[in-house]
């Protein structure tokens, strides 16, 4: 920093940041980056979040008719991820995920640029803070029967509230105190460099694998067949790919944790950073699923059997028949015609009417059309996880 602080103007423009190892280049033009697997990361999973997102909004205002805190807080953390990755694509710009001797120096410490690199650490803290608090208030509107279970689930939304807010909070303050020479408080900047990152990572692993295991007990005590216990165990345990993502992220960061290249390390878990937030959102929306497949086989079986009594073969076989009894009407048909000609026949009425939709029902293991509205199917989906 010192040798740095002494270069002309020019020269910094054509300086790298760190001098590159021995035998190696510095490459202002195209070097080698984090950005296209951090790119491939945020158009897979971010497009999955926003799905999960449209149906857990669908089923919530469309199908259950219920709104609560915990789809505020979704909501919230879908928000958080698409300024997360427009962050991303601003740090980009500025070298995040390269090699700190492909960087000029000028780019690098100028203090808007640093505070771009900083402004990330913001966003994911109250960005999985959010997506962890909407899991919880999901578990609190589930689990109402269980205090004991209801108790730690207070606990956690408490503390995850506290501390996220509290991680924001120190975050803020190191992009005011610490971005930018002659700003630089000494005692302050090195724990918020070194201690506070160590305890977030090691804070967001012990939450998702707490937020993981709190349904668990109250799941395997519900009286279900094996099938249908698996399937709410499938449910609540897709947090696991949460986990999986915090921990390998944890140990990636400890064993390159004296790495001074920091800009190409935090590059590398950035890849599991996307993971990790938009998985946890996805989670948060998974018991919105059961009911939405619910409603959409309804709608898909009513499609289908209005469909084929207009296309079908039988609905071109049954025409051609009634052309063909028109032309050459037989004496019995006659008679039965006089007999019959003041009552209804069921084939006069329209197709996709209540004769034709009543054939979705339990033998296709879906609710009867007739007694079932599309809501309280969705709010019988929704409750048969728990």
């Avoid at 449209?54 to 505020?72: E, P, T």
């Avoid at 005590?221 to 947090?239: A, E, M, N, P, T």
């Avoid at 800009?263 to 948060?284: D, K, P, S």
């Avoid at 063909?324 to 006089?338: L, V, Y």
Wanted: with cysteine; aromatic share 10%.
């Amino acid at each position: 920093m010192s040798l740095l602080g002494q270069l002309t103007p020019q020269q910094w423009q054509n300086a790298p940041a760190s001098p590159p190892p021995p035998g190696v280049l510095s490459n202002f033009v195209d070097p080698p980056s984090h950005k296209p697997e951090i790119i491939a990361l945020e158009g897979v999973f971010l497009s999955l979040m926003l799905m999960a997102v449209a149906v857990r909004i669908f089923v919530r205002l469309r199908v259950i008719k219920m709104w609560g805190w915990d789809d505020y807080t979704c909501i919230i953390a879908a928000v958080g991820a698409l300024v997360h990755m427009t962050v991303y694509i601003q740090m980009f710009k500025v070298g995040f995920g390269r090699h700190l001797w492909d960087i000029p120096a000028a780019q690098l410490f100028s203090t808007r640029n640093r505070r771009i690199l900083s402004a990330n650490t913001i966003v994911y803290s109250f960005t999985i803070g959010f997506a962890k608090l909407s899991i919880l208030l999901l578990y609190l509107r589930l689990f109402k029967v269980d205090r004991g279970l209801r108790l730690a689930i207070c606990f956690g939304i408490a503390v995850i509230a506290m501390y996220y807010t509290a991680i924001g909070g120190a975050a803020i303050a190191s992009i005011v105190k610490c971005v930018g020479f002659g700003r630089r408080s000494a005692g302050f900047c090195d724990y918020s460099a070194k201690p506070v990152v160590v305890m977030s990572t090691v804070m967001n692993v012990v939450t998702d694998f707490y937020i993981l295991a709190l349904p668990l007990p109250c799941v395997m005590r519900l009286k279900l067949s094996l099938r249908r216990r698996i399937g709410v165990l499938i449910v609540f345990g897709c947090g696991i790919v949460t986990c999986a993502a915090s921990l390998t992220r944890m140990i990636v960061f400890f064993v390159h944790y004296a790495d001074p290249d920091v800009l190409w390390m935090h590059g590398r878990n950035a890849q599991f950073i996307v993971v990790e937030i938009n998985t946890a959102i996805i989670v948060g929306c998974a018991s919105c699923f059961p009911p939405f497949f619910a409603q959409t086989r309804i709608m898909g079986s009513a499609i289908y059997h209005f469909l084929r009594s207009h296309i079908g073969p039988n609905s071109h076989g049954s025409t051609a028949s009634y052309i063909s009894s028109k032309k050459h009407p037989s004496k019995a048909s006659i008679k039965t015609s006089r007999n019959d000609s003041c009552h209804d026949s069921r084939t006069d009425l329209k197709p996709g009417g209540f004769h034709e939709l009543r054939d979705i029902g339990p033998a296709n293991g879906l609710a009867h059309v007739q007694a079932d509205s599309p809501t309280e199917v969705g709010k019988r989906s929704e409750r048969s996880l728990v």
